[in-house]
Nanobody, 123 residues
């Protein structure tokens, strides 16, 4: 069973940056990042294909974040987040597809999910 593990979540102050990591235990095609902030439904942030094609899906993080894929390890992906705000506090998840090569904002298109990593931004 494919497993995904996120890391990098932390308690930071507003204005600081974080880099989240996602590592898959096997080959994956598309990796997406999602988040669930307090009181809201899980929302998509961005996704990236194995060849580096990217898509972002709006939201308040769009202009403050960047998704990337590992160079040596194509089964790893990263989410760089800058100028973090208290409203970014929540649990951040990565998810993966293994049979398609097209980014998607739909959670239902991702059969594999990590357990999430907590990001807390203090004011």
């Amino acid at each position: 069973q494919l497993q995904l593990v996120e890391s990098g979540g932390d308690l930071v102050q507003a204005g600081e940056s974080l880099r989240l990591s996602c590592r898959a235990s096997g080959d994956v095609s598309v990796i997406g990042w999602f988040r669930q902030v307090s009181g809201k439904e899980r929302e998509e942030i961005a996704c990236i294909t194995r060849t580096g094609g990217r898509a972002t899906f709006g939201g308040s993080l769009q202009d403050r974040s960047a998704i990337s894929r590992g160079n040596a390890n194509k089964n790893a992906a990263y989410l760089q987040m800058d100028n973090l705000k208290p409203g970014d506090t929540g649990v951040y998840y990565c998810a993966a597809q293994i049979t398609t090569s097209k980014c998607s904002p739909l959670m239902s298109d991702y059969p594999y999910w990590g357990q999430g990593t907590q990001v807390t931004v203090s004011s």
